[in-house]
C-alpha cells in the first residue's frame, strides 16, 4: 500500500511541476512574441498612399475578447452576401439609424455560456483553451459613434489595406451555397438571437485554443491589413498595445 502511495505522489509531483513548467514556458512565449517581437507594417510607396482613400474602424475589448467595428455604410462584397440574410438586412439598409457593424471570432461554448452577461464556467474556460474546439461568429450593431478609450482604439486604414481586412472576415464565415448555378454562397446564421436585440451569431470555421484565440483572430485580421502587430496575440491587451 505505501508503494502505491509513493508511486501516486510522485505522479502527482511530476504533474503539477509539468504544469507549472507548461505555463512558464507559455507566459515566455506570451511576452516575446507579444511584447518585443513584432511584426512591422510594409511603407506604401507615395502614389499607393495618395491614391487610396482612408477608412476609420476601431478595435474594442471588454479586457478578455477583442472585437473588429467597421462601418456600415462602406459597399464591399462582404456587406452584399450578409445582406442575404433578412434578418439582417433590416440593420444594413437602415444606415440612418445603424452606423457601425462589431464583428469576432470566438469559441462557441464560450459564446453560448455568456448569455446574461454571464461569465462561462471554469471547465467552459478550460475547454476552450486546452481542447480544439468549434467557433462562432458574432455581429452586433451599434447606432453611436464609438469613443476611444484604453479599451476602444481608432485605426485609418487605405482602401486595399481595408479590403484586406474584410477578406480575412470573410473567409472566417462557414458558407453555404444559396444558388449552386451562380456560385452565390451566404453565411450560417444560429437561429437564436445574441445577447441582445441586435446582434446574431454565425457558424465560423476554424477551431479555437490555446494558441489561437479570439484576439489571434484579431490580430491575424490586423497583419493582413497591414499594421503594426504582435507575432503571438493571445491576450486582448497585447493587440490594444501595439495600437497606441
Not at 150 to 162: F, Q, R, S, V
Amino acid at each position: 500500500m505505501s508503494h502505491k502511495k509513493n508511486y501516486f505522489l510522485c505522479f502527482l509531483h511530476f504533474s503539477t511541476k509539468t504544469i507549472l513548467l507548461s505555463f512558464c514556458i507559455y507566459l515566455l512565449i506570451v511576452l516575446i512574441g507579444g511584447y518585443f517581437w513584432t511584426i512591422n507594417p510594409t511603407e506604401l510607396n507615395s502614389n499607393q498612399a495618395e491614391n487610396q482613400t482612408e477608412i476609420e474602424i476601431y478595435i474594442t475589448s471588454n479586457g478578455f475578447h477583442s472585437d473588429v467595428v467597421i462601418p456600415i455604410q462602406t459597399e464591399t462584397n462582404f456587406f452584399k452576401i450578409l445582406n442575404q440574410d433578412s434578418f439582417i438586412n433590416s440593420y444594413l439598409g437602415n444606415t440612418n439609424s445603424y452606423k457601425w457593424l462589431s464583428i469576432g471570432w470566438g469559441d462557441k461554448g464560450f459564446y453560448k455560456e455568456s448569455y446574461n452577461g454571464n461569465f462561462p464556467s471554469v471547465s467552459s474556460c478550460l475547454n476552450a483553451a486546452l481542447v480544439p474546439s468549434e467557433t462562432l461568429m458574432h455581429l452586433d450593431f451599434y447606432r453611436n459613434n464609438l469613443k476611444e478609450s484604453k479599451n476602444c482604439k481608432k485605426i485609418k486604414l487605405k482602401k486595399g489595406e481595408y479590403q484586406s481586412l474584410l477578406q480575412h472576415i470573410v473567409e472566417s464565415f462557414r458558407t453555404v451555397k444559396k444558388d449552386s448555378k451562380n456560385k452565390i454562397t451566404k453565411f450560417i446564421r444560429l437561429p437564436q438571437k445574441g445577447y441582445s436585440n441586435s446582434d446574431y451569431f454565425f457558424e465560423a470555421k476554424g477551431s479555437y485554443h490555446l494558441f489561437y484565440t479570439c484576439n489571434s483572430w484579431t490580430n491575424e485580421g490586423l497583419q493582413k491589413a497591414n499594421q503594426k502587430t504582435a507575432l503571438f496575440a493571445p491576450l486582448a491587451q497585447t493587440i490594444l498595445y501595439h495600437l497606441k
